[in-house]
C-alpha cells in the first residue's frame, strides 16, 4: 500500500514538473508568437504604417532594463530567457520594417541617428542606427548598474522602470491607430494574442509569486489590449458607415 502511495505521488511530481516546464517553455517562446502574424502582414502588404514601430522601442527598452534587474535581483530564469528572446524578435520587426520603408521610399533623403534630430527619433532610415542606439543604451545601463548593484533601492527601481515600460507595450499602437483613424495594416491577430499572453502570464505572475512589479505591469497591458480590440471596433463600424 505504501508502494503504491510513494508510486502516485512520483506520478504527481513529475506531471507537475512536466508542466511547469511546459509554463516555463510557453513564457519564453509565447511572447513572440503575436508578431508572426504581424510579421506576416507587413511582408504579404508590403507596408509597414500600419504597425508601430515605436512598439519595438518599447520592448527593447523594458527588455534590457529587465536583464539588469535579473543581475541585481535574481528571479527566475525563464524571465530572462525571456527578454533575450524578445530583444531579437523586435530587432527581427525593425529589419523587416526598414527593409520595406526603404523600398517604398521616393525621397532619397536619409534620417540616421547621427543627425541628432528629435523630430526623427526611431524613424532612422537604416538598420544599423536602431543597433547602435540599443548598444549605447546597454552600456549606460551597464556602467550604472556597476556603479549602483548594491544599492537596493536602485535594483528595485530598476525592475519598477522595466515593468513600467513593458506595461506600455501597447500604448504606441494605441496612439497609432488612433493618428491614423484607422487599424489597417495593424494585424487583429496580434492584438489578441497579446491579450492571451498577458493573461497567461499575470496568472503565472502570481502563481510563482514574481515581484509584484510583474502581475502589476501584466495587470496594464490587458487593459491596454482590450483598448485597442475596442478601436476595432469602432473603426471598423466606421469604415462600414462611410463605405457601406
Known amino acids: 500500500m505504501d508502494a503504491e502511495v510513494v508510486l502516485q505521488e512520483e506520478d504527481m511530481e513529475g506531471s507537475w514538473t512536466l508542466l511547469s516546464w511546459l509554463a516555463s517553455c510557453v513564457m519564453v517562446f509565447g511572447g513572440v508568437l503575436p508578431y508572426v502574424p504581424q510579421y506576416q502582414e507587413i511582408t504579404r502588404s508590403s507596408n509597414s504604417e500600419g504597425f508601430s514601430t515605436r512598439v519595438c522601442?518599447?520592448?527593447?527598452?523594458?527588455?534590457?532594463?529587465r536583464i539588469f534587474f535579473w543581475i541585481g535581483k535574481q528571479f527566475e530564469l525563464t524571465l530572462l530567457l525571456q527578454s533575450v528572446v524578445m530583444i531579437l524578435t523586435m530587432f527581427a520587426m525593425l529589419h523587416l520594417c526598414c527593409a520595406v520603408q526603404n523600398t517604398n521610399r521616393v525621397s532619397t533623403k536619409q534620417h540616421r541617428l547621427a543627425d541628432l534630430n528629435i523630430h526623427?527619433?526611431?524613424k532612422w532610415t537604416a538598420f544599423e542606427d536602431y543597433l547602435l542606439f540599443c548598444f549605447g543604451f546597454t552600456v549606460l545601463c551597464?556602467?550604472?548598474?556597476?556603479?549602483?548593484?548594491?544599492?537596493?533601492?536602485?535594483v528595485e527601481t530598476l525592475g519598477s522602470l522595466a515593468v513600467m515600460f513593458e506595461a506600455m507595450l501597447g500604448l504606441p499602437q494605441l496612439l497609432q491607430n488612433f493618428h491614423n483613424r484607422s487599424t489597417k495594416g495593424?494585424?487583429?491577430?496580434?492584438?489578441l494574442l497579446w491579450m492571451a499572453?498577458?493573461?497567461?502570464?499575470?496568472?503565472?505572475?502570481?502563481?510563482?509569486?514574481?515581484?509584484?512589479?510583474?502581475?502589476?505591469?501584466?495587470?496594464?497591458?490587458?487593459?491596454?489590449?482590450v483598448a485597442i480590440l475596442l478601436q476595432?471596433?469602432?473603426?471598423?463600424?466606421?469604415?462600414r458607415v462611410k463605405f457601406g
Not at 522601442?57 to 532594463?65: D, K, Y
Not at 476595432?232 to 469604415?239: A, E, G, H, I, P
Open 186 to 191: 495593424m494585424s487583429v491577430k496580434m492584438v
Open 57 to 65: 522601442l518599447v520592448l527593447l527598452i523594458a527588455n534590457i532594463l
Open 232 to 239: 476595432v471596433l469602432f473603426y471598423n463600424r466606421d469604415t
Open 197 to 225: 499572453g498577458d493573461v497567461f502570464k499575470t496568472a503565472y505572475f502570481v502563481m510563482n509569486d514574481s515581484p509584484a512589479q510583474f502581475w502589476v505591469c501584466g495587470s496594464v497591458q490587458i487593459l491596454i489590449d
Open 142 to 154: 551597464a556602467v550604472v548598474t556597476l556603479l549602483l548593484l548594491d544599492s537596493p533601492v536602485f
Open 120 to 122: 526623427y527619433f526611431w
